[in-house]
């Protein structure tokens, strides 16, 4: 159905890059809290950071389902690696490709391939997490240029950002409907990053604060129109929860990976551990429960590529992908026993690294509100309104 040859030959590739470029440097990122910057100039080199650039602007105008499947294969080897490129792609590149104007493509995506410039995705603040419409930073008019002040928190790659997408309430009062987005330089006046936040996870990835003290901003860093700040975002979300699925695919994968190749080697009574039907129903489970994930997130990504509407299918590609993710790699560190619950075997920087997937980009709480709203409302569509009826309102309706 999705699969394609072209896919699997682009998917080979990046396996290779990961093993031979990104797992030698893995271990040591997690240890450091440091992104490797030869990595980092890698991706760059080699496009990785702009995935989804349109063809026009020079990217490589991949679809959403070679840009999973790069999420994914990265993830495997290594969780920090698979979020820099995920949210480069889904939280920078493509709202830039899909809302900006032609003004603010031309400034910011050429840069994005030929440089490798990173865009970042302020949204999440300290009193705006799951209630996104929550925005408290704000934007105000002034001799017609935008004020801005306001933080963000917990966003991903802001040292290595060149550029910057962030929401402010632009009208107060009016709600969601009162939010804006603005796209502005990492050098602009009054604006600063703070210091890395230390994590259960991810250790690699780059996790900050973002600051906007009085930025003035010139009529032109208004990011579409005027209030559509919370739905471009929620579009850019629903994107970027396919993502988060294939990371936690990723990484589900790699430890079921590694736990295969342990229960072959390791011998206990006598035998290898595979032969034991404990063992050998791990990790029955967990495949099965991986394949059902992979055709979950392909599907989300087939659907977004065919023009569809995706965001139920994303909800659910992501709540189910990150459980699977946890049950994968809790699953492998038994497998291994003592040695899974040791650094060496990575194991254990998988099974850190997936709790992010029910986490970030909208809790596992919040996918099942969506996936929620969306089977009502075909339930509401479903059920004749009640003015044209003839039947009683408090009839049961059969469904
Ligand atoms: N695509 C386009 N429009 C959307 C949308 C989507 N996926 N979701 C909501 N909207 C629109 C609605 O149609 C509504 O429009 P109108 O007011 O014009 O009718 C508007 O946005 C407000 O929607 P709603 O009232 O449903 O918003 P809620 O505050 O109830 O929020 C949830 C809905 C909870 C789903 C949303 O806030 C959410 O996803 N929260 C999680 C945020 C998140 O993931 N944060 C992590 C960021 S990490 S980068």
Redesign the pocket.
Known sequence: MWWNPKVEIFRREIRAFAEEVVAPVAQRMDETSEFDSDLLQQLRDRHLLCLLCPVEYGGPDYDTLTYVVAVEELSRICGSTGITVAAANS?GVWPVANFGSKAQKEMVLPGAVTEGHVIV?G??EPGA?????GTKSAASRQDGDWLLNGSKC?ITNPHFAEWIIATAVTRPGEG??GISSFVFHKSTTGFSVGKREHKLGLHGSDTATLHFDNIRLSAGALFGPEGEG??QF??T??G?RIGIGAMALGLAQGALDIAIEYAGKRRQFGRPIADQQAIQWKLADMATQIEAARHLVYQAADTKDKGGSF?RQSAMAKLYASEVGRFCTYQAIQILGGAGYMTANRVERHYRDVKLCEI???TSE?QR??IARHLLKDFERAVEPAATREVAATEPVEI
Request: net charge neutral; glycine share 20%.
């Open positions: 939280l995705f949204l999440t997490g799951s209630d996104a419409g917990f969601k409907h919370f739905k929620m579009k979300l629903d970027g965001a970030g980009e909208g919040i509100i969506v």
